[in-house]
């Protein structure tokens, strides 16, 4: 991950956001839910991607959950092939309780596995998944109320938003000195602007983001971001927010990502996600050829990983990158 610091490199890397694969969970004969609740299975299944399938990173967990669940939301594990998703949050922050936090075992087993995943596989960049404050504000209160708010009545979004960028510190502070974490990736869709204002991502989002990135960066890790849905009417704005990397959806046209950012952080992305799953290999290979001629700085798809995607369509990922990283240098 050399590209994320901006150092040169031999080839363009390869990674994935989320890995929560149905075949990923066979290959690695991992039963669900178990990968959600134990520290080893969550390691075997994420491995799987730079075992068998040579991406450049091990990302884990699987979903935005964990840090809510920790805090008490309500949530539905999900099944083999959907990821658990939050079902309901709260009304008030005065019954938010965040001060036991990390002692949660949604908690626990994250740091536990990434530690695992750092001592196991130390030539692979361990990339902790951590809810960006915009979307864990959202399912705080609920991501409805979180978008109408945004744009009406700020100043009731703020205390969640407050909530949400002091356990993001705890959160990242403790992957960081218990874990061995370096690398960070943190998806904020909901502070996108397909959920909520430019006005309200720049005036709300944007500080709450700095914040997060300023303090992992003081402890010497290296965040990078992913918002799909909507960005460019926001994008400069996302490039201030101290993010060593931005990643981006398979609708932005990069070249013109590329002039908005320049070299304030790594350009990642931006392959068709549903690619993964139907193929073909020679529409992958293209879309991986025109992001790096475009001038990606890392390959990624455009968002998680589908739940459907076939271990063979990601290693044609891979090697389209090593393939094609000429043409980007």
């Known amino acids: 991950m050399a590209a994320l610091r901006r150092e040169p490199v031999d080839r363009k890397p390869c990674i994935t956001g989320s890995v929560y694969v149905l075949e990923f969970q066979k290959i690695a004969g991992v039963q669900w839910p178990k990968m959600h609740e134990d520290p080893e299975a969550m390691v075997k299944m994420a491995s799987v991607e730079y075992t068998h399938c040579g991406t450049d990173n091990i990302c884990l967990p699987f979903s935005f959950v964990h840090e809510p669940i920790a805090l008490g939301c309500e949530y539905n594990i999900g099944a083999p092939d959907r990821q658990p998703y939050i079902t309901k949050g709260f009304e008030s922050p ?43 504000t959202g399912y705080l209160m609920n991501t409805e109320v979180y978008a109408k708010l945004s744009f009406k009545e700020p100043q009731r979004v703020k205390p969640f938003l407050d909530i949400a960028v002091k356990v993001f510190k705890m959160y990242v502070g403790a992957l960081i000195d218990e874990s061995g974490a370096e690398f960070l990736y943190v998806p904020d869709p909901s502070a996108s602007v397909t959920v909520i204002t430019p006005k309200a991502y720049k005036e709300l989002i ?124």
């Open 94 to 136: 005065d019954q938010i309780e965040y001060e036991k936090f990390l002692e949660k075992p949604s908690i626990q087993v994250v740091l536990k596995a990434v530690k695992i995943a750092r001592e196991r596989f130390p030539d692979a960049a361990i990339t902790p998944f951590v809810t960006g404050p915009g979307t864990l």
């Open 206 to 329: 944007l500080p709450a983001q700095k914040e997060c990135f300023d303090f992992a960066k003081s402890k010497g890790a290296y965040p990078y971001l992913h918002m799909c849905g909507r960005v460019m009417p926001i994008l400069d704005a996302m490039a201030q927010s101290g993010a060593y990397g931005i990643s981006l959806e398979q609708t932005v046209d990069m070249a013109e990502a590329k002039k908005v950012i320049g070299n304030r952080a790594a350009l990642i992305g931006n392959v068709t996600p549903m690619l993964l799953v139907e193929g073909p290999v020679e529409k992958i290979r293209e879309e991986v050829k025109t992001a790096i001629v475009k001038g990606v700085d890392i390959v990624m798809p455009g968002c998680g990983t589908p739940p459907l995607a076939k271990p063979e369509y990601i290693k044609a990922m891979v090697q389209a990158t090593i393939e094609y990283s000429s043409l980007g240098q």
